[in-house]
């Protein structure tokens, strides 16, 4: 037992050295969010990171904590191709389950564990600026394209990181949700990935972690890709082997390398300690995509 304990942290040191001093933007969702003792592991995951010398910062989702409370609230969820549209009043319980909720559970979870951790939406020291999105729709066989209001949802038009860094430097692990603010001061919903992503080459990270639910990228015969360029990601988008909602994470995840991040992860955060399993050891559990 203490031979094997001892083979993992041998393992994990050239990893640790490696990411010392560096940051990691990890984009927390998924089943991770609502298993009790995933949250647990999770928060563990990113107090060790901070105290071993890395610079973990998370961004958060929450659709289906904010999809309940709607609920609860008899208000009725609507999406577009897998966005929600956010009229005025449901941006007002977004905002609130969001900021108010998840986003300060996360907060006093990783706290419980050790770590120092500060909630921030993007409106915080205009952290996130942003613009409403004007979604397309494309054409399809029998339909012209179609431009349709899905309310206050929008698009990063900037980040601005000196808030981050400034918690960073006080030992502080920064906890974003993705609320945006407009140039008039008005609130916008973003999807979490693409704030993730935004944030992530703003601070020039040297790692994006993004944990779905299920183990990765997928090949055309169903098995695991554990490593792959972004060149071939970009010709299974065009294949269509990528799909459903794999795409906007890869279209994120291009995006970020493109702009200087040095590694995408996309891992399955059904399993425990996904995040350090990624990091720390030889074989990761997910899909690691560079340029």
């Known amino acids: 037992m203490t031979t094997n304990v001892a083979d993992i942290l041998i393992e994990a040191l050239p990893y640790i050295r490696r990411f010392y001093g560096k940051i990691i933007v990890i984009k927390y969702g998924g ?23 890395l610079h973990p910062v998370v961004v958060h989702g929450g659709g289906p904590q904010i999809g309940s409370v709607l609920e ?14 956010t009229d005025e009043p449901t941006m007002d319980v977004v905002e609130m389950v969001l900021v108010g909720k998840v986003n300060k559970e996360i907060v006093a979870q990783i706290s419980q564990q050790g770590g120092k951790a500060v909630g921030l939406s993007g409106k915080d020291g205009r952290l996130i600026l942003s613009r409403k999105l004007h979604f397309v729709r494309p054409k399809a066989e029998d339909k012209p394209s179609e431009i349709i209001d ?35 001061g008005e609130t916008y919903n973003i999807n979490a990935d693409w704030v993730a992503s935004k944030v992530a080459v703003a601070l020039n990270a040297i790692k994006l972690i993004l944990l779905t639910d299920v183990e990765g990228v997928k090949g055309k015969n169903g098995s695991l890709i554990s ?26 995840s291009l995006e970020a390398l493109q702009n200087g991040v040095k590694r ?28």
């Open 150 to 184: 899905i309310g206050m949802v929008g698009e990063v038009v900037a980040v601005n990181p000196e808030i981050i860094r400034t918690l960073e430097a006080g030992g502080f692990i920064p906890v974003i949700a993705p609320v945006g603010v407009g140039e008039s």
């Open 264 to 291: 995408v992860h996309i891992i399955d955060g059904r399993k425990s300690h996904a995040v350090l399993l990624e990091l720390f050891t030889d074989k990761g559990i997910g899909t690691e995509i560079s340029q």
């Open 72 to 85: 609860k609230m008899g208000m009725t969820s609507k999406f577009v191709d897998g966005m929600r549209v």
């Open 31 to 53: 089943h991770a969010m609502v298993d009790e003792h995933l949250k647990e592991d999770f928060a563990r995951d990113v107090t060790l990171m901070k105290f071993i010398g």
């Open 227 to 252: 490593s792959s360029k972004a060149k071939a990601m970009k010709k299974m988008l065009g294949e269509g082997t990528i799909s459903g909602g794999m795409i906007p994470k890869i279209k994120c």
